[in-house]
C-alpha cells in the first residue's frame, strides 16, 4: 500500500513542477515537501466533543513541530506554502478545505515567524496560502505540504 501511494505522490509531484510557475509569485525553490499522515476534518461542520477536537489538534501541531525539529528547513521570507488534503472523501474547496487546515496553517506559520502570539503569525503578508486536495484511496488519509521560497 505505501509503495502505491508513494508511486502516486511521485506521479503528483511531476505533474505539480510541471506546472507550478504559474502559480508561484516568483522565482521559488522548494523547500520542504512533506507528506505526514495526519488527519484533517472540516472544523467547521464537525459535531464532536469538544476533548476529541483538542486532541485532534493537538496530534496535528505536534506531528508538524516533529517534522520541522527534525527537518530544520531553510524557509525565510517571502515563502508561499502550498498544503495538499490526501482523503477518501473530498471537502467543498471554498469554506471546508481552509478550516480542515486551520491548526496546521497556525503551527507553520508560528514555526516561520516565532514570537508572535499563538495563531497571529498566520497573517504575515509575506507568506501566502494554498490549499488543494487530491483524492486517495479508501481509508487514506495524509497530508502533503510544500514550502516554496
Known amino acids: 500500500m505505501k509503495d502505491n501511494l508513494f508511486g502516486q505522490i511521485a506521479q503528483y509531484v511531476l505533474n505539480e513542477r510541471e506546472s507550478q510557475s504559474q502559480y508561484l509569485p516568483y522565482n521559488m525553490n522548494c523547500v520542504v515537501d512533506w507528506t505526514l499522515p495526519i488527519v484533517t476534518v472540516s472544523e467547521s461542520n464537525s459535531v464532536e466533543h ?3 477536537k483538542a486532541v485532534r489538534h493537538t496530534l496535528q501541531k505536534k506531528w508538524i513541530w516533529a517534522e520541522w525539529q527534525s527537518k530544520k528547513p531553510p524557509v525565510i521570507l517571502p515563502c508561499h506554502i502550498k498544503m495538499t488534503r490526501i482523503a477518501s472523501r473530498k471537502l467543498d474547496k471554498e ?7 486551520k491548526w ?5 506559520a508560528d514555526l ?11 497573517d504575515n503578508k509575506l507568506m501566502s496560502w494554498e490549499y488543494d486536495q487530491v483524492k486517495g484511496k479508501p481509508k487514506e488519509k495524509a497530508i502533503r505540504i510544500q514550502i516554496f521560497c
Open 112 to 122: 516561520i515567524t516565532p514570537g508572535l502570539a499563538a495563531g497571529r503569525a498566520d
Open 50 to 52: 469538544w476533548h476529541k
Open 95 to 101: 469554506e471546508n478545505l481552509p478550516m480542515a487546515f
Open 104 to 108: 496546521i496553517k497556525d503551527q507553520i
